[in-house]
Structure formats: structure tokens, C-alpha cells
């Protein structure tokens, strides 16, 4: 198999994930596979009695799966527009916001950090967990080490299919590191509260996270929500929420294609700033989850992201007011670096481009008689 090749790419993100069996580069240049590769490597990647190795994208994409039946349940016995509304809100509001919350900014960036571990356990499970956090914090290490380049889990330049199943295809940790970079990768882990296995356990199971109690945690979450929408509003409001889920986990992995302009230059002046690759800033996810995405690119591991007055960051308003009643002991802002370094040297160079221009006309229209 191929393993990433990118000067930008440290040796040891190049070797962290496994690569496809199509590689990633051909003939020296990015190679995107046709859709069949794509479903060939997907299903083998998903088949459990091929290896046991591959119970954490089965996993994963098994409870996207499973979020389908309340889904269809609400959606032919218990649909209402109030419900629907509700799910709306849960699935693109609530849990997209948490998304970011935990799994961008606390599991991958470590852009804050929490008092103690009873408070890490606590916000933890404020929603429902729907992506493990292994396949989502080591692969996105790696996506911004080579972003767009050959080697990024998720590069843009592959299409909408080849990010879409990435998670099961370019996401998994590679299975043959050896126990020094294995004990690097843990360490990335190691601040979420994750079981983790131990070097001979990693050997078995192909994993940083022990399938047992990863499989538990999802267990116990999924049934204290359903049990306590249940308690709210029966069946139709249980139904309802889960099925609005099943939205996110789908919805989710469609995000780094459309955050990367769908493989073309979309970066707009005075808007993305970041010129190192072609994040964007979108008002959909911006507002809804507090994903600025080309604002995020520039400062990875800021717990900020929406910048401007008028980005709306709603992960960052839960982390100041956990900060203010003390749950959040620290936490990174870049927004006084962002306005210095960015914003006001584009806005003083355009003020004196228009000053410029208009003294250009300005000298256009002088009479050529002079008196």
C-alpha cells in the first residue's frame, strides 16, 4: 500500500493512518479513484469477518444505519411539523454545535481544557455520540498536516464520494505502527477519557479504543436519551430526535467537501483569509455550528472560530460560559491575532487602493488649460 508522500506531512502522520489499497499517489501526482474502487475499499473496510480489526468503521457507520429506523418510525407514525422542527434543531443545532464543541475543538485541538475529569465526563455526554472519537481526532491530525494534498483522509480533490465514505476508507489508524508510534497516538487520545489499549490489545483489535466499552458508552448514552425523551413526550418525541440524528450522522460527512469549496478556488476577499488551502467560510454551518471553517484552518487549535461580529460561534459561547462558572479551566482565543495580522492590514490596503484610484480620477478629470 502507498502511504502519503507530502514534504508538509510529518513522518509520523505520513505512517498514522492505513492508505487504501489504491494508494493515494500514481505516477507522482494525487490519485482519485473511481466510485467502484471507492465502494470496493468501503465494503471490505466494513467487513468484520474478513478482519476483527475492522469492528470501528463497522461500528461507526452501523449506528449511522441504526438512527434510520426511528427516523422512518417518526416519519410514518409520529410525523408532526412541531416534532420535525424540534428534530431540526436537535440534530443541526444542538448536536452540531456539539460536534464542534467536543470532537473539533476539545478532542483534536485541545483548544480548552476542563477543570477536572468528572467535568470532561459530564460535557462528554451532554449529546448523543455518533462518530467514536478515535476515526474522527487521528485522521483529522492528519488533514491538516497535508490538507488537499496526497495523504489527507478527506481531501477535496478526491470528490464528494471519496469524502463521504473517508471515515471508513482513509480514517482508521494504521494497524502495523510500531510501539513507539503507537504510544504517540494514544497520546493524542489521551486527554478525551477514552479507554485506551494497551500495545498488545492494539495488536488484537487494530485500535486505540477497546471495543467493549466504546460500544457500552453508545449503549448507556443512546438509552438514557431515548429514555428520557420518552418521559417527555413518548414515542413521537424519541422518534423524532433520533430520526433528526440520523440527519447529522449522514449530514456530517458531507462537510469537509463542501467546506473545501467542492474542489474548486471559492475563497472570497476580506471573507477567508487563510490562503494555504481552499477552506471557506459558510453562513449554514457557521451559524449552526459555529464551523467558520477557512477562520478554523488559520488558528486550528483556537476555541473560536466565528471572528467577526456578525459569525455567529455558538460552540465558543458554551466554552465562555463554562469558563465563567469554572468548568473550563483554560481556553485559546485568537480573535486580537486574527484582526492584527489579517483584517485590518487587508482593510488599510484597501483604503489606500481606493484612495489611490480615486486620485487617478480624479487627475482624469482635470482640464488640461490651466489658468
Not at 13 to 28: E, K, Q
Not at 53 to 61: A, R, T, V
Request: positive net charge; contains cysteine; charged residues 20%.
Amino acid at each position: 500500500m502507498s502511504e502519503p508522500t507530502s514534504s508538509a506531512c510529518a513522518p509520523f502522520f505520513a505512517r498514522l493512518l492505513d492508505p487504501p489499497s489504491y494508494g493515494y499517489v500514481r505516477d507522482g501526482a494525487f490519485y482519485r479513484p473511481s466510485p467502484r474502487e471507492l465502494f470496493r475499499e468501503f465494503f471490505g473496510r466494513l467487513n468484520i469477518f474478513r478482519s476483527r480489526k475492522n469492528w470501528l468503521p463497522c461500528f461507526g457507520w452501523s449506528m449511522a444505519v441504526v438512527l434510520t429506523i426511528p427516523f422512518f418510525i417518526f416519519l410514518f407514525k409520529f410525523f408532526t411539523w412541531p416534532l420535525a422542527f424540534a428534530a431540526f434543531l436537535f440534530s443541526m443545532v444542538y448536536m452540531g454545535s456539539f460536534g464542534t464543541f467536543w470532537l473539533h475543538r476539545y478532542s483534536t485541538h485541545q483548544a480548552f481544557k476542563f477543570k477536572n475529569n468528572f467535568f470532561r465526563s459530564i460535557l462528554r455526554n451532554i449529546s448523543l455520540p455518533i462518530i467514536p472519537e478515535e476515526i474522527y481526532v487521528l485522521s483529522h491530525h492528519v488533514h491538516h498536516a497535508v490538507s488537499e494534498k496526497p495523504g489527507d483522509p478527506y481531501n477535496v480533490n478526491g470528490g464528494g464520494l471519496y469524502c463521504f465514505l473517508a471515515d471508513a476508507i482513509h480514517q482508521m489508524i494504521n494497524p502495523n505502527l510500531s510501539e513507539a508510534d503507537y504510544e504517540r497516538a494514544r497520546k493524542l487520545m489521551g486527554h478525551t477519557g477514552i479507554y485506551m489499549n494497551s500495545y498488545a490489545q492494539y495488536q488484537k483489535w487494530g485500535s486505540i479504543c477497546h471495543p467493549v466499552p466504546t460500544i457500552l458508552h453508545f449503549v448507556i448514552n443512546w438509552s438514557a436519551f431515548y429514555g428520557l425523551f420518552y418521559l417527555i413526550g413518548g414515542h413521537a418525541l424519541g422518534t423524532a430526535l433520533f430520526g433528526g440524528a440520523a440527519f447529522w450522522a449522514f449530514g456530517v460527512r458531507t462537510f469537509n467537501y463542501d467546506g473545501h469549496g467542492r474542489g474548486k478556488d471559492r475563497r472570497r476577499d476580506g471573507v477567508d483569509f487563510n490562503r494555504e488551502d481552499w477552506s471557506v467560510n459558510q453562513v449554514w454551518p457557521g451559524v449552526v455550528a459555529g464551523e467558520w471553517h477557512n477562520n478554523h484552518h488559520l488558528y486550528p487549535n483556537g476555541a473560536r472560530s466565528g471572528f467577526f461580529k456578525s459569525q455567529i460561534d455558538l460552540p465558543w459561547y458554551l466554552i465562555k460560559g463554562l469558563h465563567s462558572v469554572g468548568i473550563v479551566s483554560t481556553y485559546r482565543d485568537y480573535q486580537d491575532q486574527f484582526m492584527a495580522n489579517y483584517v485590518r492590514p487587508y482593510r488599510e490596503k484597501n483604503r489606500t487602493t481606493s484612495s489611490e484610484s480615486l486620485d487617478r480620477v480624479n487627475d482624469s478629470n482635470e482640464s488640461p488649460l490651466k489658468a
